[in-house]
Every structure is written in structure tokens, then in C-alpha cells.
């Protein structure tokens, strides 16, 4: 993951001088006008406009494996697993790899349609990629406690030989969560709240752990 929001802010307004109270607005507006090659995408995160390719085979394989766990688990029910869409907190704007939130969701859509309201998503989870580890373990961690998002997953396959973080609890005027679980790949962890209560992150979704590095 590059972090491009200064660059970005230059290259797009380099004669405006904004006031730190309307940062937010500025790169709202940045990220509004990007156009991004075919297969990039972009993200604000942290007072950042963040600008990464599309995830590896690894990576969209794990994430497709924990999208149809929790879409059996939801069971066709008023939720569900979705990925590739904008979730949106104000004028921050992040694309999980997968989020749980209502199936008919219409009345969370932003006003300007450019994706679903934070307040409606009930579970984000992140496989870390190898250039964006600080953002999905650190910003991003400490983003989606502000939003207030309840579960928060996040599958590396890049620290130790595999873990997976569920995060729950949120304290978003701290920008934490209060209660965290990891385990080693190869062991299961269960959602601990929410409509995906109960689902179980194995080595079916995960594999197994990695060789010694």
C-alpha cells in the first residue's frame, strides 16, 4: 500500500492552503476525482488518500473462503457478506476485504451513492497484505474502532507463520477495541457477537501455518 495523500494534494491543488479543519473535505474531494488504472483502488485512512493494486491470488482466496463462511452462517437471512464496496465514515472511505451488513441495505447507501454508511456494518475483516501490514494491523485498527464498526478481523499471513486477530468492543473515542483474540493459523477462532455470532475461523478459511521463515 502507498500512502499518496500528500503527493495527491500537490499534484491535484498545489497553490491552496487548507486549514487543518478542512483536511477532511479536501481529500474527500481529491478522492472523489482520482482516476485510477484498471485494477487500483483507493482508500482514505487517517488523514491519507491510501492507493493499492488489487490483492493478490493468496489474498482473494482467503478472502473469498471467509465471505462464503459467514454467507452460510447468515443463511440468506436480512445480512450479509459482502466485498468490493465503499464503506464510508464521514469523509473517510475504506474498502474492506469483506463486511457484514444488512442485504437490503438501501437506506444506508450515502447520499451521493458512493457506498454504505460505517453506522450499518456490523463485522470488517482485512487480509493483510505484504506492503500494507502498518495499515490494516495499526490504521486501520484504530479507524474502524472510531467508526464504531464491532468486530474487527484481521487474517496475516505475515506475522509469526500466520495469525488471526478478532477484535470486538469498540471504544471509538479512544480509537481502540477493547477485547482481542489471536490466534495461531491452523487454530479456530469464533466471531464473538453480532449476526455472524458464532462463526468459526479455521484452517479451511486461513490454511494452515506457513513455513518457518
Known amino acids: 500500500m502507498t500512502a499518496l495523500a500528500h503527493e495527491t494534494l500537490e499534484a491535484a491543488m ?3 492552503t487548507t486549514p487543518p479543519s478542512d ?3 479536501v ?7 482520482m482516476e485510477l488504472p484498471e485494477g487500483y483502488r483507493a482508500e482514505i485512512v487517517e488523514g491519507f488518500i491510501e492507493v493499492s493494486p488489487t490483492g493478490r491470488y493468496s489474498h482473494a482466496r482467503t478472502a473469498n473462503r471467509l ?3 459467514l454467507d452460510t452462517a447468515l443463511g ?12 464510508i465514515h464521514g469523509r473517510k472511505v475504506w474498502i474492506p476485504d469483506v463486511f457484514v451488513a444488512l442485504e437490503d441495505a ?3 447507501v450515502t447520499e451521493d451513492g458512493l457506498g454504505i454508511d460505517a453506522a ?3 463485522l470488517v475483516a482485512e487480509v493483510v497484505s505484504p506492503d500494507a501490514d502498518s495499515r ?3 490504521r486501520k485498527r484504530r479507524a474502524y474502532a472510531r467508526a464504531g464498526i464491532p468486530v474487527y478481523v484481521i487474517i496475516d499471513d505475515y506475522r509469526a507463520r500466520g495469525s488471526v486477530t478478532v477484535l470486538s468492543d469498540p471504544v471509538p473515542d479512544e480509537a481502540r477495541y477493547a477485547s482481542e483474540t489471536t490466534v495461531a493459523y491452523g487454530t479456530a477462532v469464533t466471531v464473538p457477537e453480532g449476526p455472524a455470532k458464532g462463526v468459526v475461523i479455521d484452517a479451511s478459511i486461513t490454511g494452515v501455518l506457513k513455513d518457518a521463515r
Not at 481529500?27 to 476525482?33: C, G, I, M, N, R
Not at 440468506?76 to 464503506?87: K, L, S
Open 14 to 16: 498545489p497553490t491552496v
Open 23 to 25: 483536511l477532511d473535505d
Open 27 to 33: 481529500l474527500w474531494q481529491a478522492w472523489k476525482a
Open 67 to 69: 465471505r462464503r463462511a
Open 76 to 87: 440468506g437471512g436480512e445480512f450479509t457478506a459482502y466485498q468490493d464496496m465503499n464503506v
Open 106 to 108: 438501501d437506506e444506508h
Open 120 to 122: 450499518a456494518v456490523h
Open 136 to 138: 490494516d494491523r495499526d
